[in-house]
Structure formats: C-alpha cells, structure tokens
C-alpha cells in the first residue's frame, strides 16, 4: 500500500554504508541541512521511490494509527529524497534576506523622535537665561535701571557659564548612538523630566514676580538668570554621576555562556538596568568570543541523531505504545559503542588536523622565501618587474592555497575566509614584515567575530528575553538571554561580595629566627 | 617522664644500664644513637611525652650491638653517662661524654614510661 507523495521536509543523513529516511524532531528539518544533503546527493543514489512516509514523528503518531503503515524493510531500502519542495532555500538567501530586514527604517523613526525631544528641550534650556536678560529690556525699557559693573560682571559669567554648559551637554548627550535599546532608558528620561521641571519653575516665578510686577531692578533680574545657569550646571553634574560614574565601579560578576557550545566568559559590571548590562555583553562578545561556527557542531548534532534513532517504536498492532520508561531502559541496555567511535574519531581528526597543518605551515614558509623587500636605494636600481604588495601576494598566493584551503576545510573554517581575504591579509602580512608564522595564526585559531566581515558573523539582530523588566536594575542571581538566530547567549549574575578587611600592625624590628636543629649522632 | 618545670629538680625512676664498648678497627662503638638536646628543636622528638623536653633520647639501637645486648631500648632517654648529666646538655657535649677514647664501660642511668607504670603498679599492689 502506498500513501500518497507528500511534501513536506525531509532531511537524509548518510552513514557509510545505508542511507535512511528520518523524519525527526521538526528542528532538525532546517534548510542548511537541505543544502547540505543537495551537495551530498551528488554522491549517493537517487531513487525517488517512498514507500511509507510518515508525516508526524513515529512518537505519538495518531494520524495514522488506522493504517498498517510500516513495511519491516523500509530502513533498509535504499531510499533517498533531497528538498522536493519548489521553495527550497540555500544558505545565501537567507542571509541576504535577513540582511534587508536590518536595512530596513522601521525603527528609525523612535530614534527621530526622541532626537527632536532632546532637542526642543536643550534649546529652551539654552535660550532661557538669555530670554530672562533680554525681555525687561523689550518690554519695559524706560523703567528699568542701568546695569552697573556688577551687573555687567555678571553678563560675563552668564556667557562663560552657558558656554561652559553647551560644551558639557554635547560631550555628554551627542554623541554617536551606539544601540537601539528595547525600552526607554528610565535614567535619561528622568533627567528630561527634572530639567523641564525646573525651567518651568523657573518660568513660572519669572512671569508672576518680574514680568507681571515689571521689577526695575535689573541687577536681581540677571542674577536670577545666572543662578539658574548655576543650578543647569549643577543638574548636569548630576546627569554625570547619574549616567556614567554609577556604572563604573564593578559591582555584579556577570557569567556569559554561549547555548551551542559552552563558550563562557566572565566580566565585571556596575549597577545597570538590564538592557544596558545586556549592550555592555553583547558589545564584549564581539570581541571575547570566538566566532560562532555552525560547523562544528555537526559531529555532535550526528551523534544525538544516532542516539535518537535507537529509541524508535514500531506501532506493530495499532497500539499507543506507553511504557516511555520501558523504551529508555531497553535503550539503556543496549550494548553501546558510540563512545568507542567517538574516542577514535576524535584521535583521528587530530591526527589529520596536524598533518595538515604541518604542510600548511612548510608551504607558507617556503612561499615567503620567495620575494624579498628591496630597500630605497636598490628600488632606483633593479630592473625587473618590482611589484606592489598586491601583485606579490597574488604571486606567491597559489603555492600556498591548496594547503590552506585543505587546512581550512579540516578545520571546517573554510566559510569564514574568502580567497580575496585571504589575499588581502597576505598582502598586509607582506608590507608589515610579518612573518610565515604572524600570517598563519588568524587561521590556525579562530579569532574573536570582529576580525571576520559582516557576513559571518551570523548574529547581527539581538533580542533580550527576562522574566524581570528590563529596565530594572541588576540583582544578585538574576538571569537573562540574549537570543540569535542561531544562538542565544545565557547571562546570569552574582554580586560581589561585601569585603569586611582590618588591619594588622607588624613592628619591622619584630622579626627575629632562631635555628630548629634535630641531628641524630650514633655513637 | 614527669613534665619539666624549669627550676624545680626532677624525678624519675630510672634503670642502670652497663654497656661495655666494642672496639670496631680503631673506633670504640656503643651500638645506638641519640638524639636530642638544649641546642634542638624538641617538638620532632617521635619519642617523648613532653614536646618541650629537651633531654637525650635513644633513637635506633644496633641490632645485636652492646646497647641492645645490655638492654638498652629506642626511645629511653639518658639521664646520666658515667656520672655525668645529660638532662641539660647540648647534644655534641652529650656525644663527647658517651664516646670518650678511654673509657670502656659506659654506666646509663635511663628512664622509659614502662618503668614508671611497673612501680606505680608494684606500690599500687601492695
């Protein structure tokens, strides 16, 4: 009996000897392992016949439970299905499309908008003092008396001190924006709010007690308007303490753990809500971590497949198997050997990553034998062709690439450099003198993600997932996630701990030795 | 061993111990040695009660030598050679008196706890 073809994904794993349908846990069916198994039925046969696919994993599976659905043989026939779907997507795509998606201006227009807040308000800060100076004179300019040298003094005092202020608010607040945080930063708005707050107040005395009563002493008029250039000062004192000298002192020791494998580092931080804390790691991880490289975690991905194949039941009577417990001891008891594989494996590869680096590392050797740098006086003298580092980096580049790119491709790095980065990097290495051995490690270990391009970083897009709110500040055991695409970094945090230290006082002329002796004589 | 009090005389119970010295080429042996005295560190001796006592103790007898053939056991401290004290003694004085060139009897006055617990015991029984 054959069901009709249905299509939906399938993902095909080939051992040595048999290849085998399974239609595992849906996360394993991902378009990267399509692409995969595109390139690898190159290989093995092709033959298109399915004889029982099931649609649901063989767990649990109740819509076919009214049908006798399993050949006995269908494991072992050789059966091999690549992306039947017409919309099959490469690896590619979906960069480029998840690339657009970050181009894109949606967000931009929250950016816009608290932009022209900070804007409004710093120019009613800025043209206040100067307003409350200028309107008695608009207004009421026969009444009000002339402003002597004190009062002129402190015009002087009112134009450094604004001047002083403009400076300190642009090194504070404009600067270059470095992320787009989910929530307000509640810090920043507070201070919006007190400084609007104030000049209202501010406002509010001016235009009940001096405009309305017209005053005619100017000098309290403009020693009005320099104590209040006096207290902006101040609240922008305030607004550094606030914002930046409250982080510094390290209070929290976040542990940051990669989920795909186990990367951990540790840092220092300060008192900061949650979604700076998380700015301040994601920052750190482009630089600490090693690049994240899907790759490497095949081997494993294979093994927790091999794993899960050992477990699968057979609906023989139409029955819902239930015994769960049943299942996992008889796979408890069976004879496992995968350990054995893996040790040998692992020995193996090892072996085969360092005869390949051996050649790797002869070869660029010899390579850099080859050109030499000419000094300024024999530049005027030989004749030949003198190439640019450019030229010489092409020229001795294909002595050196097939042991590259073999290395790379054991080390399964080889997506990571491009044949023009690499070229470029030997360029550079030639025009700073480096040698065989300085151009060789940024391949030998994989860097931290900033040394590659944009496009391998494969985690541009962040999204901070906590229980807590992620304005509030960090506690002592508190746990956030930073989810990738591909990826998720878990932080947690403990507090430093209260340091109780007192003091001992040595006398420098206490320090006396006395000789312990323990001879045994025979006599 | 009682606890030494310094300025207060001490008392023991106490067993001679006549060796006659062996004479070994041109040297004259005894068949033990000892450690111990004012100039050591008294808390490494294995063999007293009273880590701060200072005295002479035997630390290895030759097997079949004079010291074992008189009856002299490991860890028994010396209290007197030939007359002489060995309870406030650097250990180098200690070694010149045993060990005089023409003497050939050496007479021990040596106190071990299994002499104190025997009187104890006898006067207990009686």
């Known amino acids: 009996k054959r069901l009709p073809l249905v299509l939906c994904l399938y993902s095909v794993y080939s051992c040595e000897n048999k290849t085998f349908i399974e239609n595992l846990h849906p996360n394993i069916c991902r378009t990267r392992d399509r692409h995969k198994s595109r390139s690898k039925d190159s290989r093995s046969e092709k033959s298109v016949t399915i004889n029982t696919p099931p649609a649901e994993p063989l767990l649990g599976d109740s819509s076919v439970r009214g049908e006798p659905v399993q050949d006995d043989n269908w494991g072992e026939t050789t059966t091999a299905v690549t992306g039947t779907s017409e919309h099959s997507l490469s690896q590619e795509d979906i960069v480029r499309i998840t690339k657009d998606l970050e181009d894109s201006v949606g967000l931009d227009c929250r950016r816009y908008f608290t932009l022209t807040l900070a804007v409004i308000l710093g120019l009613l800060v800025f043209l206040t003092p100067l307003a409350f100076l200028v309107l008695p004179h608009v207004l009421w300019p026969d009444k009000l008396q002339t402003c002597g040298t004190a009062c002129e003094g402190l015009f002087i005092s009112v134009a450094f001190k604004l001047l002083i202020l403009l400076l300190a608010v642009w090194a504070l607040f404009f600067r270059p924006p470095r992320a787009a945080l989910p929530r307000v930063l509640v810090f920043r708005a507070l201070l919006a709010v007190l400084v609007l707050l104030f000049v209202v107040s501010y406002w509010l005395f001016y235009g009940v007690r001096i405009l309305d009563t017209q005053d005619e002493n100017y000098q309290g008029i403009v020693q009005y308007a320099v104590s209040l250039v006096d207290a902006l000062l101040f609240i922008h004192y305030l607004a550094i303490v606030l914002l930046e000298l409250r982080q510094l002192q390290p209070y929290f020791s976040l542990t940051v753990t990669r989920s795909t494998d186990g990367e951990t580092h540790h840092y220092n931080l300060g008192q900061l809500s949650i979604q700076r804390a998380a700015l ?244 | 061993m009682t606890c030494y009090i310094p300025g207060q005389p001490v008392t023991a119970v106490v067993q001679k111990i006549e060796i006659q010295k062996l004479r070994q080429g041109d040297r004259l042996i005894l068949g033990f040695s000892i450690g111990g005295g004012i100039d050591q560190d008294p808390s490494q001796n294995p063999y007293s009660e009273d880590k701060s006592d200072k005295g002479i103790y035997v630390t290895r007898i030759a097997p079949g030598g004079p010291a074992d053939v008189a009856g002299l056991r490991v860890g028994d401290k010396i209290m007197q050679v030939n007359g002489w004290d060995m309870t406030m003694i650097k250990h180098y004085q200690a070694l010149k008196k045993l060990t005089k060139p023409n003497e050939d009897v050496v007479r021990l006055l040596v106190t071990r706890k299994s002499l104190e617990q025997a009187v104890r015991g006898a006067m207990g029984l009686q």
């Open chain 1, 280 to 523: 301040a790691i994601i920052e750190h991880y482009y630089c600490d971590f090693p690049v994240h490289n899907p790759a490497l975690l095949s081997a494993s991905k294979s093994r927790a497949a091999k794993h899960l194949a050992g477990l699968k039941v057979y609906n023989v009577d139409g029955e819902f198997p239930s015994q769960s417990r049943a299942m996992i001891a008889a796979a408890a008891r069976r004879r496992d050997t995968s350990h054995n594989e893996l040790y040998y494996e692992e020995a193996e590869h090892e072996r085969r990553v360092r005869k390949r680096r051996a050649r790797l590392v002869v070869a660029v050797e010899e390579a850099f034998t080859h050109i030499k740098r000419l000094q300024e006086e024999e530049q005027k003298k030989a004749p030949g062709d003198i190439m640019d580092p450019r030229e010489a980096a092409q020229a001795i580049f294909p002595s050196m690439a097939r042991a590259l790119q073999k290395y790379l491709r054991t080390t399964k790095q080889q997506h990571c450099h491009s044949m023009e980065s690499i070229q470029q990097h030997l360029a550079f290495c030639i025009t700073n003198n480096m040698t065989p051995k300085a151009f060789l490690e940024s391949y030998l270990s994989s860097g931290p993600t900033l040394q590659y391009s944009k496009d391998h970083w494969l985690s541009r897009q962040w999204t901070l997932v906590s229980e807590a709110s992620v304005t509030s500040g960090l506690k002592d055991g508190s746990v956030f996630l930073l989810k990738c695409v591909d990826f998720s970094l878990v932080v947690t945090t403990k507090k430093i701990p209260y340091i109780q230290m007192s003091e001992e006082y040595i006398d420098p002329k206490s320090h006396k030795f006395v000789l312990r002796l323990q001879s045994e004589t025979s006599v």
